[in-house]
Nanobody, 124 residues
Framework: QVQLVESGGGLVQAGDSLRLSCAVS????????LAWFRQAPGQERELVAG????????YYGDSVKGRFTTSRDIAHGIVTLQMNSLRPEDTATYCC?????????????????WGQGTHVTVSS
C-alpha cells in the first residue's frame, strides 16, 4: 500500500521560512512524478512545485518561483518543499502527490497517490 505523509506545517510570520517533507512508502519514487499542491479555503487546488520522474526536471507555480524549492531524496523516499519569504497568501493546506509511473504533465489528474496534507498559516 502506497502512503504519503506530509509534515512540517505550522504558523509563521510573513517573511519566515518553512520546510515541508513528504515521506513516501510502499513504492520507490525514482520513476514517479512528484508534486506539491496547495488549496486555500474557497479556492481551487493549485500546483506549487513538481519533479518529473526520471529526469528530475523541476516545475514551479508562478506565485512561488524564486521563493520555493523542491527536491527529492530517492534513497529515502522523501520529497521536500523549502519555502522562503512566506507571504500571507501562501496560507493553505499543502499536499504532496505521486504518480504510478512517468507521466507527461503535472496536472492533478496525472497523480495517483495523495497525502492528507499539512496546514501552513502565514500571519502578516
Amino acid at each position: 500500500q502506497v502512503q504519503l505523509v506530509e509534515s512540517g506545517g505550522g504558523l509563521v510570520q510573513a517573511g519566515d521560512s518553512l520546510r515541508l517533507s513528504c515521506a513516501v512508502s510502499g513504492r520507490g519514487i525514482s520513476t514517479s512524478n512528484l508534486a506539491w499542491f496547495r488549496q486555500a479555503p474557497g479556492q481551487e487546488r493549485e500546483l506549487v512545485a513538481g519533479i518529473s520522474g526520471g529526469s528530475g526536471r523541476l516545475y514551479y507555480g508562478d506565485s512561488v518561483k524564486g521563493r520555493f524549492t523542491t527536491s527529492r531524496d530517492i534513497a529515502h523516499g522523501i520529497v521536500t518543499l523549502q519555502m522562503n519569504s512566506l507571504r500571507p497568501e501562501d496560507t493553505a493546506t499543502y499536499c504532496c502527490a505521486a504518480s504510478k509511473g512517468l507521466r507527461g504533465g503535472m496536472g492533478m489528474n496525472e497523480f495517483d497517490y495523495w497525502g492528507q496534507g499539512t496546514h501552513v498559516t502565514v500571519s502578516s
